[in-house]
Structure formats: structure tokens, C-alpha cells
């Protein structure tokens, strides 16, 4: 399996935030109906603190037989982030255990004006 991909991302703090993606391999979808997921941002890699936490499970990421994923975190939740520069990683798990980090990167909470 290859390394997590690095792509960046953008939340504006106090606003409803999606994100949403395809994993597939070789181009073909993988069907992610019996797997978890979770999503950690944290300030840097090593703060114990989470800025923001999302999972399956109803709390913020769904997986679809699709092999599609999207990630929903509520303005509630984006205004209690820090503004600045984070880090995050997603992952899933199969049925199997199996642990696959698809994308980790740079997150940039923006300030809200509006509080």
C-alpha cells in the first residue's frame, strides 16, 4: 500500500465544513461498507490535544460501498478550533484490522469576524 497522500486543507473556523473524496486503487473503487474511519487534526504532531475529531459512527464521516468519503464537522465544532497552522491524517480500517492512512497533510484554520 502506498504512503498517505499529502494534500492541504482549509477550515473556516465557525462555519459547517465538508470534505469529500474517492479512495480507489488502481481506479477502481474500494468498497468501504464494512470499514471505519476517523480524521485528527491537531496543532502539531506531537500535542496530545485534538482540534477537531470526526469518525464513523455518526460522528462526522461516512463511507460509502462507493468508496466514496466525506466529512461533515459542524460550525459548532469549527469555532472551538484555534486559528493557524494544524496537521491531520485520515484513515480506515477494514473489517480485518487492516490501518490505511489515505491523506495527511497541513490544515489552515481560518479566523471567524462573525463570532
Known amino acids: ?62 463511507l460509502s460501498s462507493a468508496g466514496v468519503i466525506t466529512l461533515t464537522a459542524t460550525a459548532a465544532l469549527t469555532a472551538a478550533m484555534t486559528p493557524g497552522d494544524c496537521v491531520y491524517d485520515i484513515q480506515v480500517v477494514s473489517a480485518t484490522g487492516v490501518v490505511t492512512r489515505l491523506l495527511r497533510g497541513s490544515v489552515t484554520v481560518n479566523s471567524a469576524v462573525i463570532r
Open 1 to 62: 500500500m502506498a504512503n498517505a497522500h499529502p494534500y492541504p486543507l482549509v477550515i473556516d473556523q465557525g462555519a459547517t465544513w465538508t470534505f469529500t473524496f474517492t479512495y480507489s486503487v488502481d481506479g477502481t473503487a474500494v468498497n468501504l461498507s464494512t470499514y471505519s474511519g476517523s480524521m485528527m487534526v491537531r496543532t502539531n504532531f506531537n500535542d496530545s490535544a485534538t482540534q477537531l475529531s470526526l469518525a464513523t459512527g455518526g460522528l462526522g464521516m461516512t
